[in-house]
């Protein structure tokens, strides 16, 4: 059971460029999300998922695309890269349990914006 | 946008000595969480509070809810060196099943000495 995974650990772009962070789990979690985190800002919502085909936006949407077509990945992709999108991001997934919503997060992905 | 308010962002300490961290906000939530951060890690839950008034211990952690369910507190006893990481308050909104909607308060930066 190796819970939340993500790749890469760390990567640097170009602005401009595209790529997609990956985010797998396996404990069949029907909820997942992305956020971003930014030094004195705590963590903030970008993308989250309640389920394969279902996908809807949070607090920081601007500049990223997800998708969910199974219940283990939700991938999360960066249109053209600026260097504002120079952050750590986080994946996480819960169960969809009413008030508790315990989440489970990745290690991290430390992006850099050239 | 439901805010959290976490202080104090900073806290450096003396090994043995106690400590409280606050979370506030003018908003109801359905649940409370605390989180605790490593470097180069993803947050790792503590602990969940449901009930307004509930109090959760968690060895030297003592955790509180406050009766409205708009703010929280964590208090550590004797503080150590391993209690130092960042800490993060999040709240689940309230009025029924939230879908894991946690707004995250900016984080406090532990730091005890020996």
């Known amino acids: 059971n190796a819970g939340v995974t993500q790749t890469p650990k760390f990567q640097v772009l170009k602005t401009g460029q595209s790529m997609t962070l990956q985010c797998a789990q396996d404990?069949?979690?029907?909820?997942m999300s992305w956020y971003r985190q930014d030094p004195g800002m705590g963590l903030r919502l970008i993308h989250y998922s309640v389920g394969a085909g279902i996908t809807d936006q949070g607090e920081v949407p601007n500049g990223y695309n997800v998708s969910r077509s199974t219940t283990e990945d939700f991938p999360l992709r960066l249109l053209s890269a600026a260097p504002s999108q120079t952050s750590v991001y986080f994946c996480?997934?819960?169960?969809?349990?009413?008030?508790?919503?315990?989440?489970?997060f990745g290690p991290g992905t430390r992006l850099t914006v050239l | 946008t439901q805010l959290l308010e976490q202080s104090p962002q900073f806290l450096s300490i003396q090994e043995g000595e106690n400590l409280t961290v606050y979370c506030n906000s003018s908003s109801v939530f359905s649940s409370l969480q605390w989180y605790r951060q490593e470097p180069g890690e993803g947050p790792v839950l503590l602990v969940t509070?449901?009930?307004?008034?509930e109090v959760k211990k968690l060895k030297r952690l003592t955790f509180q809810f406050g009766d409205a369910r708009k703010d929280s507190s964590l208090h550590i006893t004797a503080a150590q060196p391993g209690d130092t990481g960042l800490y993060l308050c999040?709240?689940?909104?309230?009025?029924?099943?939230?879908?894991?909607?946690?707004?995250f308060g900016q984080g406090t930066i532990l730091t005890v000495h020996p």
């Open positions: 509070v449901v009930t307004g008034g």
């Open positions: 999040a709240g689940a909104p309230g009025g029924g099943t939230s879908y894991g909607k946690l707004t």
């Open positions: 404990m069949n979690h029907e909820y």
């Open positions: 996480a997934s819960s169960r969809l349990a009413g008030v508790r919503n315990e989440q489970f």
